[in-house]
């Protein structure tokens, strides 16, 4: 068995572990970095680029560099619209409601472009690893509703990857934290990124993590803080000019990308200046924008968000009856979290110094690679004992939610709920399953319908219907249901309610592979070209220094081999014909140097 890898596959970065024996450790990427950007970019020829190369090319290219995919996985169209405003590429609405993005002519469910993210993840780890890679324990914020972390899973199995299991984020960083420290206290996990907030409450000791309450918001990070900036920018530029640039794509990210480094610099700097030049032109000119942004002003528009995570945290102690001055160490995690003011709301809310000896962008993907190297039996076992974070239940009559299992409830957990029919004779009966907290299931989160067939003609309220709900470790709804009369049971998993099937999953698998081998054997025909081009170079210098000295014939023949050289580069896609020349110039090259450090021996 090859390692399990750990992967917190992040709104905004991605970060890949593994254990090294009993160490876990960061996989060095191709570009020699310890995060890859969760971004996947297209040009207008076909090709693909996954994490920097496609982060760089966001400003020029910003309707087809897909970013902050993991806001519209598992997630129904009509729930997205005040996330389009933070993105400018297009998404669309799938037949099934689902959320589809449209790229130059072609769509992609955010499970592909997921995919992409963790193929180039899987390839790192191969290439650092040395061996290949076929598992992983994936994390997602433990805000993630049932479809969400299936989207995850699919991602996952997408590309190529089996995913063993999903683990809740702020739930991985309190595995590092076991698995360091190793000794009992109550913690809070403030988990803040790019996308989603949670905070997690864990009493931990030697050998067991259980998270007492989770509460979270996923569609409240750190580019909603960008945003704000954003915003502000677009008064200051109205105000100043009179124009109204909002539409302008080009535009947009450029004001997303300024303001998100003022935001960077305000984490260690009291004010930034903003300087964009040539933002836009009408009949008088070019037009800049120029302005600086304090601490202080940055801390007023941003406040509110910085609040709501603080309301969460305290509804989070509320659900947990745990009082605060119980809480031993607040350990921050995620990009969000290094905001001063942030800090310094949490440093007073919880009354006590921050723990800050983690490094806020490993610290999950570290627990994820901890959580693989227990099930691969390499470390001692720490056992996860983590709840659901919503409570699960089925629509009744008069569209209410009936609750079967409370949200907070430890997982994998179970319940059973007798159901019948309503009318005589009825044959079958359609349970909706939800998840969520209000009493009106509208407001609640759809995970699927299923049907009941053939039940036995009886009158009403006679037939008794078992439906047993389950939830899985990786927080993955399953529902069953049984006909007590007949014994007729149908397993049903929610498979599906993503509307991915099975077979679309292995469709979209296969051709994520053989995307993935022509990628590669498009670098290496480059490569070889790349070689061809160098020796080309080589000779040519080669030529002109010497050509005193080389008889009349070698020079023909050395100018014929340069013109073939170079013709075949022009045309040549055909990798054994570049092999064979880059052969023949080499060897051509080695024997004129022979020839002329002969004649020069002789002299
Ligand atoms: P993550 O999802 O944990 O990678 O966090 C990414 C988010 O953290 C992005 O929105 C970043 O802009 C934000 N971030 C990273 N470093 C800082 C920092 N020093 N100050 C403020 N925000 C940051």
């Known amino acids: 068995m090859g390692q399990i890898i750990g992967i917190d596959l992040g709104t905004t970065n991605s970060v890949c572990a593994y254990m090294d024996r009993n160490e876990p450790r960061v996989v060095i990427n191709e570009e020699g970095g310890r995060v890859t950007p969760s971004v996947v970019g297209f040009t207008k020829g076909g090709d693909r680029f996954v994490g920097d190369i496609a982060k760089r090319q966001m400003l020029i290219n910003p309707d087809a560099t897909i970013h902050s995919i993991k806001r519209f996985m598992g997630r129904r169209f009509r729930d997205v619209t005040s996330d389009l405003r933070l993105v400018n590429y297009e998404v669309l609405e799938a037949p099934n409601g689902d959320c589809v993005i449209s790229v130059n002519g072609r769509t992609f469910s955010p499970q592909e472009l997921a995919a992409m993210v963790l193929q180039k993840i899987r390839k790192s780890a191969e290439d650092f690893l040395g061996e290949a890679v076929t598992e ?3 994390t997602v914020p433990a805000y993630f509703t049932d479809r969400q972390r299936q989207a995850t899973r699919d991602a996952g199995t997408i590309a190529g990857l089996d995913v063993l299991r999903i683990i809740n984020e702020p739930t991985a960083a309190a595995l590092t934290y076991v698995h360091e420290r190793q000794k009992a206290s109550t913690i809070a996990v403030y988990d803040w990124g790019g996308g989603t907030f949670d905070i997690s409450l864990l009493e931990v000791n030697r050998d067991v993590a259980e998270v ?3 509460r979270g918001n996923n569609t409240l990070g750190g580019a909603d803080i960008d945003r704000r900036i954003v915003d502000w920018l677009l008064d200051h530029f109205t105000a100043q000019h009179g124009i109204d640039i909002s539409q302008d794509k080009i535009v947009m990210q450029r004001m997303r990308d300024a303001a998100e480094r003022a935001k960077l610099d305000l984490s260690t700097a009291p004010s930034t200046e903003i300087h964009l030049p040539f933002l836009v032109s009408d009949s008088d000119g070019p037009k800049h924008l120029q302005c600086s942004l304090s601490r202080t002003t940055f801390e007023t528009l941003a406040e509110p968000l910085f609040q709501k995570t603080m309301q969460e945290c305290r509804l989070a102690l509320q659900d947990a009856r745990i009082d605060v001055d119980d809480i031993d160490e607040v350990i921050m995690v995620g990009g969000s979290s290094r905001i001063p003011r ?4 949490a440093r007073e809310l919880f009354g006590k110094p921050l723990n800050k000896s983690f490094n806020p962008d ?4 570290i627990g994820a690679a901890i959580q693989g190297g227990i099930l691969e039996g390499e470390i001692k076992a720490i056992t996860l004992l983590d709840v ?20 907070n409830s430890t997982i994998p957990t179970q319940k059973g709920q007798l159901v019948s029919t309503v009318v005589d004779n009825q044959r079958t009966v359609k349970i909706h399953v939800l998840q969520g907290e209000s009493s009106n299931a509208s407001e609640n989160v759809s995970l699927g319908e299923f049907e ?3 039940i036995q003609p009886a009158p009403r309220g006679v037939p008794r219907i078992q439906v047993k709900f389950g939830i899985d470790v990786s927080g993955i709804v399953s529902v069953n249901a049984k ?9 049903i998993q929610i498979e599906a309610p993503t509307g991915m099937s099975k077979l679309e999953i292995e469709r979209l698998r296969s051709e994520a592979d053989q995307a993935n081998k022509q990628d590669e054997a498009g670098q290496a025909l480059k490569q070889l070209r790349n070689k061809v081009e160098k020796q080309l170079v080589t000779l040519e210098s080669f030529l002109r220094e010497n050509h005193g000295m080389l008889p009349k014939q070698d020079i023909f023949e050395l100018e014929q081999a340069l013109k073939r050289g170079r013709m075949a580069l022009l045309k040549a896609d055909d990798d054994r014909n570049l092999r064979s020349l880059l052969g023949y110039l080499q060897r051509f090259h080695q024997h004129l140097t022979k020839k002329l450090s002969q004649q020069a021996s002789i002299h």
């Open 212 to 214: 007492r309450a989770t």
């Open 388 to 407: 659901t974070n919503f409570s699960l239940g089925i629509e009744v009559q008069g569209r209410r939610f009936a609750t079967l299992i409370p949200k």
């Open 342 to 345: 942030v800090q310094e709301l």
């Open 452 to 454: 009941l067939q053939n």
């Open 136 to 138: 992983a324990v994936i």
């Open 483 to 491: 006909d007590l009369r007949t014994g007729l049971s149908g397993e």
């Open 362 to 365: 490993e610290i999950v993907a």
